[in-house]
Each structure stands twice: as structure tokens, then as C-alpha cells.
């Protein structure tokens, strides 16, 4: 098991990986991601199963015939920029060796298992996260999501044309969700919150949302443009990264401006623009309201006594996500034991099965990420708790599957 696993995750490593840096790019319908995909299909058809890619772009490789029942393990394949190599592919290469060593046992159920690699799901290229899953369970309406552009305004819909794909049927895929008895995604633990165990099990994703603002105020020269005289989109927009931060620090949530563009971006001269993005999450809906309710406030005062024009609106937003405790108690059992019960956690990261989890009964594994790091390259994990990890996840699907 653990061979599989190390050889897999060996051919992964030089993927996208930015060799100065050591964090990996891999944008959804771009190269490196065309050759995850590949070996995604690859890997699945070494194993004996069937793969299709679903209306949205999301790949499925089947073991046994697709139909009613069906157990489903998976994640991602995709990063943010100079991302950590754990996040999204570990799910999928722990989900291939969970099946080696179910085959090697020779698990002969009647219920078919499904590996899936979900497609965009960091939103780092066109902006929403889990899209893949937001449009296969109707969260997002096609035309959104089609019109979505990367910052070379590039469309999703075009994007996935240029990948062979057909991208005017996209949208909710009912019938195969139907089919799906129990979803569990194994993922890095993104965070400082197990530190204590190789393997963990989520109970909780935060609520959480990406706003976009846009600030316009008058571009002019450094040098001779008296304070007095200015309209800088700039100054509101800082004052924006204040107010959440002292937001954020009362209320207990996090929020983050990790993106940000000015116009015309240069050093001596004032801007006319400035757009930035506010990733903003908390552990309840209230909280986060009260967050952003701050951020709104900051960005109105400041942009009417600065002059500048300011505009905010919401790219995604993600309700609290509660696994349902049935699934999720079976998952930790199965994991711990009465002697060591297994570390039960909420998360303050995004992922698919949160987006699944209304549509579908959904659990997740964590495995421990020593340096707590995450969405950077110093995202890590020890081989023997990817290991842990694995042997975790067979026993959940064993067990799923024998049901
Ligand atoms: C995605 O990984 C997110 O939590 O933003
Ligand atoms: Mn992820
Ligand atoms: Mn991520
Ligand atoms: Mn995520």
C-alpha cells in the first residue's frame, strides 16, 4: 500500500512545480493541469476502471458499473498560485492506493466505487472555488459560471473548448448524485489543528466568502498633487485591509487580502484604480456578517472623504457546512479506537465535500500537516502519516462498501 502510494506521489512531484520556489501552479485547463488530468486517467485505467468526465469537467474513475449505491472517495487536482503539493492531490492519490489495497484484498463487492478528481476547486484561475461541484449540484447557475474569466478574460466556456471539452451542457447533474450512497475526501489538515494525531476527521467548515472591490478615484502626478487634492482609491482600500484585520482580531474570524491589482501601477504616480479581493471566514454566518458589515463601513466612510468611488460584490459565499454526524461518528470509529479516539475538527479551509455535503452524505479525513502550513509551499506532511492516512480511508470504504 504504501509503495503505491510513494510511487504515485513520485510522479506527481515534478507537476507544476516552480523549481525556485518549490510551490506547484496548477490552473484548472491549463498544461500542468492537462497532464494531472492525464495521469488521473492514467492511474485509474492501470487499476481496471472505467473513467468519464461529468458535463462540468469533473473526472470519475469507476470500479464496478456506475449506479445506485455507489461509494465515492476523491478531491482535487488543482492549486492556488505557488501552492503546497499536499492540498487536493493527496486526496486523489490516498484514493488510488485506498483501491490498490482493496483489490489487493480482493474486495469483491457488488457496490461500485468511484475515485474523482473535482475541477477548480481552489477558484484560483476563475475566481469561485468548487466549481466543479457548485455546478454539479445546480449551486451555481450555468450561465454564471460559463461567463466566469481568468485575468486574461478568458471564459470558463472557452477554456474548457480548448480542452476538448463541450461546454455548452454544463450544469446540475441530479442522476449522478442520486447514485452516490457516501462521499469521503481525504485532505492535508490545512492548519495548526492536529498536531496531536496522524489522522483527524472533520465536523465543521466555517462559512466563508470571496468579496470583490473596486475603487476609482483620479490618477495624478506624486510629486505635485497636494494631499488635499487627491482622490486615492488607495487610501480607502488600505483602510479596508485595517478594518477587517481589527475585525477579524474582535470577533474571532479570519479574513484576508491575498489579491490585489492598481492601475496603472506605477511608482510615481497616483492611481486611478485599485480592485482587490477580501477572503473573509468565521466559525458562524453572524460573525462573518459582522466582518464584512465592518469592511462595508470602513470602505464607505473612507471612499466619501477620499473622493473615490467604491463598489463591493460578492463572487462566492459558502453557508456553514455541519457533516452530518451519522457518517461522520461510522468515519471516526472506524478510525480511532476506544483507547486513542481519532481527533474530531472543524476547518476554516474550503472544499468540495463542504459543497456536497447538501446534496450528498459526506465525510472527511485530515491528515496531519507537521508545519501547519497550507496554500504555500511549506505545506507538508510525514510519509507515515500519508500512510495513516491511506490505511484510514481503506477502512472506511471497506466498510462503506460492505454495507
Ligand atoms: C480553498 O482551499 C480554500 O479554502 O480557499
Ligand atoms: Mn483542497
Ligand atoms: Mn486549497
Ligand atoms: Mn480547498
Redesign the pocket.
Known amino acids: 500500500m504504501s509503495d503505491s502510494f510513494d510511487r504515485m506521489w513520485a510522479e506527481l512531484a515534478p507537476i507544476g512545480r516552480n523549481r525556485t520556489t518549490g510551490g506547484y501552479r496548477r490552473y484548472s485547463w491549463e498544461e500542468a493541469d492537462a497532464e494531472m488530468r492525464s495521469w488521473f486517467v492514467n492511474s485509474a485505467t492501470a487499476r481496471g476502471m472505467e473513467t468519464a468526465t461529468d458535463r462540468n469537467g469533473n473526472i470519475w474513475a469507476w470500479w464496478g458499473t456506475p449506479g445506485p449505491g455507489a461509494v465515492v472517495t476523491g478531491s482535487h487536482l488543482d492549486s ?1 498560485p505557488d501552492g503546497g503539493a499536499y ?2 492531490p493527496l486526496g486523489i492519490v490516498s484514493a488510488f492506493a485506498a483501491v490498490d489495497e482493496l483489490q489487493r484484498c480482493g474486495l469483491s463487492s457488488g457496490t461500485p466505487l468511484a475515485v474523482v478528481a473535482f475541477v477548480e ?3 484560483a484561475r476563475f475566481g469561485v ?2 466549481l466543479g461541484t457548485r455546478l454539479l449540484t445546480g449551486a451555481i447557475t450555468p450561465d454564471r459560471a460559463a461567463g466566469l474569466t481568468d485575468a486574461d478574460g478568458i471564459t470558463w466556456a472557452r477554456a474548457m473548448e480548448n480542452a476538448g471539452l463541450d461546454s455548452t451542457r454544463i450544469g446540475a447533474e441530479p442522476e449522478l448524485l442520486t447514485n452516490i450512497a457516501a462521499f469521503v475526501e481525504l485532505h492535508i489538515e ?1 492548519g495548526r489543528g492536529l498536531l496531536d494525531a496522524p489522522v483527524g476527521v472533520a465536523s465543521a467548515v466555517w462559512p ?1 466568502g ?1 468579496w470583490r472591490m473596486d475603487f476609482s478615484g483620479r490618477a495624478d502626478h506624486a510629486g505635485t498633487t497636494r494631499i488635499t487634492d487627491r482622490s486615492d482609491p488607495m487610501v480607502p482600500f488600505a483602510r479596508c485591509v485595517l478594518a477587517a484585520r481589527d475585525a477579524a482580531e474582535s470577533t474571532g474570524a479570519v479574513a484576508t487580502v491575498g489579491k490585489a491589482r492598481v492601475w496603472p501601477n506605477g511608482t510615481n504616480a497616483i492611481p486611478s484604480r485599485v480592485r482587490a479581493w477580501l ?1 473573509a ?1 468565521a466559525p458562524d454566518e453572524a460573525t462573518l456578517r459582522e466582518l464584512t458589515d465592518a469592511v462595508d463601513s470602513a470602505a464607505q466612510r473612507s471612499s466619501t472623504e477620499e473622493g473615490v468611488f467604491h463598489a463591493s460584490y460578492l463572487e462566492s459565499y459558502t453557508p456553514v457546512v455541519e457533516f452530518a454526524s451519522g457518517l461522520r461518528d461510522r468515519v471516526a470509529r472506524l478510525v480511532g479506537g476506544a483507547e486513542t479516539p481519532v481527533p474530531v475538527l472543524p ?5 468540495d465535500a463542504g459543497v456536497l455535503a447538501a446534496s450528498v452524505p459526506t465525510a472527511m479525513l485530515f491528515v496531519r500537516n507537521p508545519t501547519g502550513v ?2 504555500a509551499p511549506a505545506e507538508s506532511a510525514d510519509p507515515a502519516d500519508c500512510h495513516a492516512g491511506v490505511a484510514a480511508l481503506t477502512e472506511v470504504l471497506a466498510d462503506l462498501l460492505t454495507d
Open positions: 492556488v492540498d487536493g476547486e481552489e477558484g472555488p468548487c490545512q466563508h470571496r477572503d471566514r476547518t476554516g479551509a474550503g472544499h497550507s496554500h
